[in-house]
């Protein structure tokens, strides 16, 4: 069965520093990684999605990696903002015998401070 | 656009009652899930759809019931409530279980039995 897992389970920090979130999973057959935010009472909004082929992929200020066969992924934030304090959610859709099944970490609570 | 759109938003049910969760997607998405969300458990798989008339067990599939006769709608529905069940649920979807296109959230229903 796959685990995914998230370190650390929550972080406060000040304004303008550059964060690193982690990401573990025990199943290295993945079809993808898929990075999400989830603001207080809402639903999830996608961030990045990483095919299993690939080893990384930007958006503005976040850039995600993979490396498949250690079962890690980061989610790296530059110059983090109050307007950046939600809670980031690590999923990994299952390939092989799970194929159509998306697993989730239970998140990183980040908060930013100005 | 309207996404990803559950009804309803709350709902309170006595232990032995009844109800189904609506989902509803207008993107022509062919996978569809659904998810529960509780505190410290992160988000668990419930049910899941490849397509219209065909359904899959998630993780905690036990005391929930789903169909999908339409590509748009996916219900979710609670037998016979149990306070066990109270949780938030999110429906999914996303363009197709094998594709590399992100998953697609609604705002979730918050359940509670008493």
């Known amino acids: 069965k796959q685990e995914v897992t998230q370190i650390p389970a929550a972080l406060s920090v000040p304004e303008g520093e550059n964060l690193v979130l982690n990401c573990s999973f025990t199943?290295?057959?993945?079809?993808?990684l898929q990075w999400f935010r989830q603001d207080p009472g809402k639903g999830l909004t996608s961030l990045l999605l990483?095919?299993?082929?690939?080893r990384e992929q930007t958006s503005g200020r976040l850039n995600a990696s993979l490396d498949k066969s250690s079962g890690r992924s980061t989610l790296y934030i530059a110059a983090s903002q109050p307007g950046d304090s939600a809670t980031y959610l690590c999923?990994?859709?299952?390939?092989?015998?799970?194929?159509?099944?998306?697993?989730f970490g239970r998140g990183t609570q980040l908060t930013v401070w100005p | 656009n309207a996404g990803v759109t559950q009804t309803p938003k709350f709902q309170v049910l006595k232990t032995g009652q009844s109800m189904t969760l609506q989902c509803a997607q207008d993107?022509?998405?062919?996978?569809m899930s659904w998810y529960r969300q509780d505190p410290g458990m992160g988000l668990r798989l419930i049910h899941y759809?490849?397509?219209?008339?065909?359904?899959d067990q998630g993780e905690v599939p036990n005391g929930y019931n789903v169909s999908r006769s339409t590509t748009e709608d996916f219900p979710l529905r609670l037998l016979s409530a149990a306070p066990s069940q109270t949780s938030v649920y999110f429906c999914?979807?996303?363009?197709?279980?094998?594709?590399?296109?992100?998953?697609?959230f609604g705002d979730g229903t918050r359940l509670s039995i008493l």
């Open positions: 999914a979807s996303s363009p197709g279980h094998g594709s590399n296109q992100p998953q697609h």
């Open positions: 199943d290295s057959a993945i079809y993808n």
């Open positions: 990483i095919q299993s082929s690939q």
């Open positions: 999923a990994v859709f299952g390939g092989g015998s799970t194929l159509g099944r998306l697993y």
């Open positions: 993107m022509n998405h062919e996978y």
């Open positions: 759809s490849v397509g219209a008339g065909i359904t």
